[in-house]
């Protein structure tokens, strides 16, 4: 059987004939069906509510997540609106080298301070300290001091 359709036969002589069913399983059959009537009209109610909703002008935000939104309008798209595959981006940054996220040279102006708390210096302050001996004067004078606590 299966389940009570044939193919020669029309639904509603198909329902008139009895399924013979497992007698332990009858049970979890009748609750799954009700389960089943209970989600069919969940979704009925939800579909009506939506039409309604349109019908007034109010409908659902056209997004849920703000942030995932954002990230979405970032990213570079191809023709038709769709999102790029990574060769494509390969050679959609070579063609527009402006906009590469891995090209240091995009974040020389960058506003945007160092994260993690760290000081934000250029590569040109460092090497123009001079500050190598000064560095070690001053590691020097901390072992001192450490040796002359132990000492004390």
């Not at 659902?60 to 990574?86: V, W």
């Not at 050679?91 to 160092?114: C, G, L, R, T």
């Not at 302050?125 to 190598?132: C, I, K, L, N």
């Amino acid at each position: 059987e299966n389940g009570g359709i044939s193919a020669g036969i029309p639904p509603a002589q198909a329902q008139a004939r009895p399924t013979f069913v497992n007698a332990k399983q009858y049970r979890r059959i009748l609750k799954r069906r009700e389960a089943r009537a209970r989600l069919v009209e969940y979704y009925r109610q939800k579909k009506a509510a939506q039409a309604e909703a349109e019908a007034k002008g109010t409908s659902r935000k056209p997004y849920l997540h703000e942030s995932r939104h954002r990230h979405a309008m970032k990213r570079p798209r191809g023709p038709g609106g769709r999102f790029l595959t990574k060769a494509e981006l390969v050679d959609y940054y070579k063609k527009h080298p402006e906009q590469d996220p891995s090209n240091p040279e995009n974040y020389k102006n960058d506003p945007v301070p160092a994260t993690n708390g760290e000081a934000s210096v250029s590569l040109q302050q460092v090497t123009d300290s001079g500050g190598d001996e000064e560095d070690a004067e001053v590691g020097n004078n901390s072992k001192r001091q450490k040796q002359e606590d132990l000492e004390a």
